[in-house]
T-cell receptor, first 111, second 117 residues
Framework: QKEVEQNSGPLSVPEGAIASLNCTYS??????FFWYRQYSGKSPELIMF????GDKEDGRFTAQLNKASQYVSLLIRDSQPSDSATYLC???????????FGQGTTLQVKP | GAVVSQHPSRVICKSGTSVKIECRSL??????MFWYRQFPKQSLMLMAT?????????EQGVEKDKFLINHASLTLSTLTVTSAHPEDSSFYIC?????????????FGQGTRLTVV
């Protein structure tokens, strides 16, 4: 089992729709969870981080964390073509001191 | 967010030569720096974790004698790819974790695209 798993996609949504990106992780000791966006050929950029169970909203983005189910998701409301990118889920465990990434989900927002 | 500067952004070298990549945290002290490698259409693979003043911890399968990591200060870590070969061609990215507090998000450098010919 991979430490952090994501569906590679591509996930295709029409402009204005809600895009839902999912991620599961295996280390129950994980404490911090991050979503990064990566455009082709560029470095990842941090979009959201979440530490506690529940929802965290920032503009059009909402991160959801369920530690019991070892599941974290990212919702993007009113998707725009400029949101088209690969979204990487990352999990940090203080037990290992490592930040581990999922394989990323490619999102395509069609005009 | 915090700024991490990685240099160079792109390098082409001949097979058998060595290449050094620098990663600097510009406006914060980084207790830990991570080095990742990313092949096309693949995710970031952690190569090693380096803590200031101590030896780097390498992931399984990563040759520590080939990928030399030095973390001499709280703001600078370097990765040297020694005796580079074409299969080492990849996108190398450093990441620095902010020191102190509960804030454990990591900030990334711009990445270095290494091409070995």
């Amino acid at each position: 089992q991979k430490e952090v798993e994501q569906n590679s996609g591509p996930l295709s949504v029409p402009e204005g729709a809600i895009a839902s990106l999912n991620c599961t992780y295996s280390d129950r000791g994980s404490q911090s969870f991050f979503w990064y966006r990566q455009y082709s050929g560029k470095s990842p950029e941090l979009i959201m981080f979440i530490y506690s169970n529940g929802d965290k909203e920032d503009g059009r983005f909402t991160a959801q964390l369920n530690k019991a189910s070892q599941y974290v998701s990212l919702l993007i409301r009113d998707s725009q073509p400029s949101d088209s990118a690969t979204y990487l889920c990352a999990v940090f465990s203080s037990n290992t001191g490592k930040l581990i990434f999922g394989q990323g989900t490619t999102l395509q927002v069609k005009p | 967010g915090a700024v991490v500067s990685q240099h160079p952004s792109r390098v082409i070298c001949k097979s058998g030569t060595s290449v050094k990549i620098e990663c600097r945290s510009l406006d914060f002290q980084a207790t830990t720096m991570f080095w990742y490698r990313q092949f096309p259409k693949q995710s970031l693979m952690l190569m090693a974790t380096s803590n200031e003043g101590s030896k780097a911890t390498y992931e399984q399968g990563v040759e520590k004698d080939k990928f030399l990591i030095n973390h001499a200060s709280l703001t600078l870590s370097t990765l040297t790819v020694t005796s580079a070969h074409p299969e080492d061609s990849s996108f190398y990215i450093c990441s620095a974790r902010v020191r102190g507090g509960r804030n454990t998000e990591a900030f990334f450098g711009q990445g270095t695209r290494l091409t070995v010919v």
